[in-house]
């Protein structure tokens, strides 16, 4: 029977997922590379999206940027790129799934009426009307806890209601939220096993909870280190990080096997990227990436 089971199992299918909000920098290549590196190892596919759900803050040009820095760095991925701004039909049929359950309430909370609480109070949880005025959707979440299994980090478990509340799939501007869009894409292309940075862990409960209410496979977390720039703030665009340059895709790349824990051999600095990248799918060892949430930045980074 566990062969059995074992034989009808997906195969392996990975993602990244940048958002276009800026150039790509050392912290998205370290999630972009984990997850290239260990979809490649199980013999699996690779996909980019881009989570351009945001679009007001989507920089114009920064998709292209994106994708041309992955190709320097010899991060080839399989089949077309999707961008989430076109999938808002797909996201509108989820919501009403969800709606047909009774599990949406519309919001007109501002973000100055909560600011200072822990969660959502539950304020609106009762309208099930859409009124005139600006709103947001909110899903209700149940009094229980949410389990599973981080591939690195080992068991996790989150109290819905009082970890994180009723939670936004429709902001108040009209656009999708992160958290219904990303399980609705993952289920459609058919995304098996998600490598990400640590930061997105907390998020890990509440989409869990939206793939069972929609009836969606589950998918298989795996959460890396972020990279912390010397300040202790996480690398990201937001604070300024450097974007990755062309010259420098060796050495950010052995650079960035070393904070994966791959320990490359000394001689392989300065190697072509596809030798380096040769080396590393060969030695590729998930036991060997920290376990810590977040990593300090390496030093001499190109």
Same mark, same amino acid.
């Not at 984990?34 to 920089?59: F, I, K, Q, T």
């Not at 989150?158 to 501007?173: N, S, T």
């Not at 990248?277 to 810590?292: C, G, N, T």
């Given at each position: ?31 972009? /590379? +984990?997850?290239?590196? *260990? ?8 996909? =980019? $999206?881009?989570? @351009? !759900? ?125 958290? /219904? +869009?990303?399980?609705? *894409? ?8 998600? =490598? $990400?940075?640590? @930061? !997105? ?102």
């Amino acid at each position: 029977m566990a062969g059995s089971a074992a034989a009808s199992s997906p195969p392996y299918c990975g993602r990244f997922a940048p958002s276009p909000t800026g150039p790509m920098h050392f912290g998205s290549l370290l999630a972009a /590379l +984990a997850s290239y590196l *260990d979809a490649r190892s199980h013999g699996g596919r690779w996909l =980019v $999206r881009m989570e @351009d !759900l945001d679009r007001p803050r989507e920089r114009p040009g920064a998709a292209d940027d994106i994708l041309t820095a992955l190709e320097q760095h010899g991060l080839h991925w399989d089949g077309p790129v999707i961008r989430q701004s076109t999938r808002d039909a797909a996201y509108a049929a989820a919501l009403a799934r969800l709606a047909e359950q009774d599990l949406l309430f519309y919001c007109t909370c501002t973000r100055s009426q909560l600011r200072g609480l822990p969660v959502y109070p539950g304020t609106c949880r009762q309208r099930r009307k859409a009124p005139a005025t600006s709103h947001a959707i909110r899903i209700r979440v149940p009094d229980q806890h949410v389990s599973f299994e981080d591939r690195l980090q080992g068991p996790q478990s989150e109290q819905l209601a009082r970890d994180c509340g009723d939670f936004i799939v429709r902001r108040r501007d009209g656009l999708f939220a992160y958290q /219904l +869009a990303v399980v609705v *894409d993952d289920a459609w292309q058919q995304v098996t096993h998600v =490598v $990400r940075g640590a @930061d !997105l862990m907390d998020s890990t409960a509440r989409q869990r909870f939206l793939a069972d209410s929609l009836r969606l496979a589950p998918v298989s977390f795996a959460h890396i280190p972020v990279i912390a720039g010397p300040d202790g703030r996480k690398l990201s665009k937001r604070w300024q990080a450097q974007p990755l340059q062309p010259g420098t895709a060796s050495a950010s790349l052995f650079s960035a096997l070393s904070a994966l824990g791959q320990a490359p051999p000394a001689d392989a600095w300065g190697a072509p990227v596809n030798e380096l990248l040769d080396w590393a799918h060969h030695h590729w060892r998930w036991s060997a990436v920290p376990r810590e949430r977040q990593s300090s930045l390496i030093c001499g980074l190109g």
